[in-house]
């Protein structure tokens, strides 16, 4: 574990004001009197809303010297499973947005803050709900990890993309667009790495993106958008092999989504 910046995050000062974080987690307080301020936050910001489903919401707090940039972080010394799920959720919810947004994936109803449920009491599964959205991530049993983690949390927050850019029209194109934006960004055809405590048939994660999966009209939507994102993958392969590692990288992740769903 490593203490995660926390980005876009909203603080609550003593006096009553708020202050937001930068990308990096950084913010800067001026006193009019010089004197520090002490602040605190929960894991809520512009771009996400987390609730704790297993207790009490997570909480930092610091102090703020005048006129000094300071950088909050969440310190995992000591953290337990629910928090470190919560800190997760948080992170990579902002790194995700952040990161499509630079690729111009952009949307007014992207900048509204999606509520992110974590620790629910039951097992071995993540979604999304439409309508009034929300991300939603287990706890873990005995069978699975805490489904909140990198490619889980990612592909997830890919629902809530497809769905502000147009609506989720068809089931197993958005379950590969969530896996294609886990696979590009981590540069891994994993998704879900870990996730099954016991490995089936020698696997422990969910899907893979380097698949040799067929289409077929029968297929539960998982199933089916291992097709997409089997492609996606392999497309991407493509380009680094032949213009090279960066700039074939670059060029698979210019080819946004949206555009090919249009």
């Excluded at 009553?16 to 910001?45: H, I, Q």
């Excluded at 997570?58 to 909050?72: N, T, W, Y």
């Excluded at 902002?94 to 097992?123: C, H, Q, Y």
């Excluded at 934006?181 to 405590?197: A, C, H, Q, R, W």
Aim: glycine residues 10%; proline residues 3%.
């Amino acid at each position: 574990l490593t203490a995660l910046p926390l980005a876009n995050l909203t603080l609550q000062l003593k006096n009553g004001k708020t202050l937001v974080t930068d990308k990096d987690g950084r913010v800067t307080y001026t006193s009019p009197d010089g004197k520090p301020m002490e602040f605190k936050a929960t894991l809520t910001g512009k771009f996400v809303k987390t609730r704790n489903l297993a207790g009490k919401d997570f909480q930092v707090s610091g102090i703020l010297e005048s006129g000094k940039e300071a950088v909050v972080t969440f310190n995992p010394v000591g953290a337990d499973e629910y928090s470190i799920a919560m800190v997760n959720i948080y992170y990579r919810v902002n790194f995700v947005r952040d990161w499509t947004a630079a690729r111009n994936i952009k949307n007014a109803r992207l900048d509204s803050p999606i509520l992110a449920n974590g620790n629910i009491d039951d097992e071995c599964n993540a979604y999304y709900t439409p309508g009034r959205p929300s991300l939603n991530f287990f706890r873990s049993s005995t069978d699975c990890s805490n489904s909140a983690y990198d490619t889980v949390v990612m592909h997830e927050y890919g629902h809530f993309i497809d769905d502000m850019l147009g609506g989720i029209i068809n089931g197993a194109l958005s379950e590969g667009f969530g896996d294609i934006l886990s696979m590009y960004i981590l540069n891994t055809p994993i998704v879900g790495e870990g996730f099954l405590k016991t490995p089936r048939d020698g696997k422990d994660y969910i899907r893979d993106g380097a698949n040799k999966y067929q289409y077929s009209d029968n297929d539960e939507v998982h199933a089916q958008g291992q097709a997409w994102m089997g492609f996606a993958w392999k497309l991407r392969q493509s380009l680094i092999t032949a213009l090279g590692e960066a700039e074939g990288a670059a060029v698979a992740d210019a080819m946004r989504g949206d555009r090919v769903l249009d």
